[in-house]
């Protein structure tokens, strides 16, 4: 089992930033691609950016050129620095990682970590 812890949620302005975290611990095989979702209230989950274990990047449009998802490989660690903060972008965040067992992948959650921007 891997277990995924993150961090730095909280209540920001509009225009302003945030930096959240995700730890991935336990018993890692060979995690590939990571990534956050994020669910606001009355809303399904979304993807918010991913990335994979070769680096590359995947955003969702409403947040291109604001938000920059980065890993660490050696920490199994993936980061999401959000910036130019939208009220739209109020929503408890996600974090995952797909683990890899020989042919299978298992993709584990985070808990989520609440993100309010004010207008």
């Known amino acids: 089992q891997v277990q995924l812890v993150e961090s730095g949620g909280g209540l920001e302005q509009a225009g302003g930033s945030l930096k959240l975290s995700c730890a991935a611990s336990g018993k890692i095989i060979s995690i590939t691609n990571m990534g956050w979702y994020r669910q606001a209230p009355g809303k399904q989950r979304e993807l918010v950016a991913d990335?994979?274990?070769?680096?590359?990047?995947n955003y969702a449009d409403s947040v291109k050129g604001r938000f920059t998802i980065s890993r660490d490989d050696a920490k199994n660690t993936v980061t999401l620095q959000m910036n130019s903060l939208k009220p739209e972008d109020t929503a408890v965040y996600y974090c995952y990682a797909d683990d890899r067992v020989r042919w299978v992948q298992n993709r584990y959650w985070g808990q989520g970590t609440q993100v309010t921007v004010s207008s």
């Open positions: 990335v994979t274990d070769a680096g590359s990047t």
